[in-house]
């Protein structure tokens, strides 16, 4: 079945920068397009799941949330199996729950997420 594995999140100071990793399994992965959603803290998934970022196929389109252009980059490498979302110049409102997605034949699959906390 499909798997989605978030790794890479953590505490960091304002201005800092992470790495996220999602690494997929269970399907063609270099035929799908991958996202970052994250999921704001205190809200309900309905009301605080926003699009960070997505990517094409092969990497052939990128298109980020207003909120992170300029300081978010995603990228993939399908020989691994992975997407990656670098965040630099980290804000105290990018903490949330960062989550891989996957629209596979309609069906849209989810990872656990993982924590990014941007604190002092």
């Known amino acids: 079945q499909v798997q989605l594995v978030e790794s890479g999140g953590g505490l960091v100071q304002p201005g800092g920068s992470l790495r996220l990793s999602c690494t997929a399994s269970?399907?063609?992965?270099?035929?799908?397009?991958m996202n970052w959603y994250r999921q704001l803290p205190r809200q309900s998934p309905e009301k605080g799941r926003e699009?960070?970022?997505?990517?094409?196929?092969?990497?052939?389109?990128?298109l980020y949330g207003d909120s992170v252009k300029g300081r978010f980059t995603i990228s993939r490498d399908d020989s691994k199996n992975t997407v990656y979302l670098q965040m630099n110049d980290l804000k105290t409102e990018d903490t949330a729950v960062y989550i891989c997605?996957?629209?596979?034949?309609?069906?849209?699959?989810w990872g656990s997420g993982s924590q990014v906390t941007v604190s002092s």
């Open positions: 997605n996957a629209v596979i034949l309609g069906t849209s699959h």
């Open positions: 269970g399907f063609t992965f270099s035929s799908a397009a």
């Open positions: 699009l960070v970022a997505s990517i094409g196929r092969g990497g052939n389109f990128t």
